[in-house]
């Protein structure tokens, strides 16, 4: 499984951006779905999950009610759409694939395969 996160950029406070990372190789349907996010000089932080068939999603309480995740699984995308945005939400985020089961969701290691990240920036 391959992932290619993009989306990312420069945004001011209270913006919005989209982030989509498209995922190939076998299978696509099967994974479950992640976006973490990791700021300079601190660790990787988990942001959002999603079941292979969208049905359930998890978000970290840092951004629940601003960010959303979704997927697309005819086009193997997946989303995060990121209103409000706020400086602390500066940090590079990837996109992520598990087969492991929702109690792994907000973990790095429940994650065995990683997109290269994206690089969002909010200013004040």
């Known amino acids: 499984v391959q992932l290619q996160a993009s989306g990312g950029g420069l945004v001011q406070a209270g913006g919005s951006l989209r982030l989509s990372c498209a995922v190939s190789?076998?299978?696509?349907?099967?994974?479950?779905l992640g976006w973490f996010r990791q700021a300079p000089g601190k660790e990787r932080d988990f942001v959002a999950a999603?079941?292979?068939?969208?049905?359930?999603?998890l978000h970290a309480a840092s951004v629940k009610g601003r960010f959303t995740i979704s997927r697309d699984n005819a086009k193997n995308i997946v989303y995060l759409q990121m209103t409000d945005l706020k400086p602390e939400d500066t940090a590079v985020y990837y996109c992520a694939a598990t087969i492991n089961g929702r109690e792994y969701w907000n973990l790095v290691p429940g994650y065995g395969y990683w997109g290269q990240g994206t690089l969002v920036t909010v200013s004040s």
């Open positions: 999603i079941t292979w068939s969208g049905d359930s999603t």
């Open positions: 190789g076998r299978a696509f349907s099967s994974y479950g």
